[in-house]
């Protein structure tokens, strides 16, 4: 098992930047892909960014690249993403999640945190 907590959303103004933090307990944090994903209200859940165990390979979803930036500690046992140039449309509960292995896809994620709101306002 693999609990998640994230952290660092709120309320940011457009333009604004926010970093969310994800800290990881149980199995050995550096044996898994880590994912950031969203939410926002009457849609679905959708993938933001991965990034491999040893922090060498990062994939991104194309509405982010540019602007947000996925990165990890494994010393910390702590996944981050840093997100800029922040939009209303970002406004979302994004949830950070461990996959099994070592591919960084967005896709066959097997632990979930519990999310933390993101709100742009304009």
């Known amino acids: 098992q693999v609990q998640l907590v994230e952290s660092g959303g709120g309320l940011v103004q457009a333009g604004g930047s926010l970093r969310l933090s994800c800290a990881a307990s149980?199995?050995?944090?550096?044996?898994?892909?880590m994912g950031w994903f969203r939410q926002a209200p009457g849609k679905e859940r959708e993938f933001v960014a991965a990034?491999?165990?040893?922090?060498?390979?990062?994939y991104y979803a194309d509405f982010v690249k540019g602007r947000f930036t996925i990165s990890r500690d494994n010393a910390k046992h702590t996944v981050y993403l840093q997100m800029n140039s922040l939009k209303p449309e970002n406004t979302a509960v994004y949830y950070c999640?461990?996959?099994?292995?070592?591919?960084?896809?967005?896709?066959?994620?097997?632990?979930w945190g519990q999310g933390t709101q993101v709100t742009v306002s304009t």
């Open positions: 990034i491999s165990w040893s922090g060498a390979s990062t």
């Open positions: 999640a461990a996959r099994s292995g070592h591919l960084v896809v967005p896709y066959g994620y097997d632990y």
């Open positions: 149980g199995r050995t944090f550096s044996s898994f892909a």
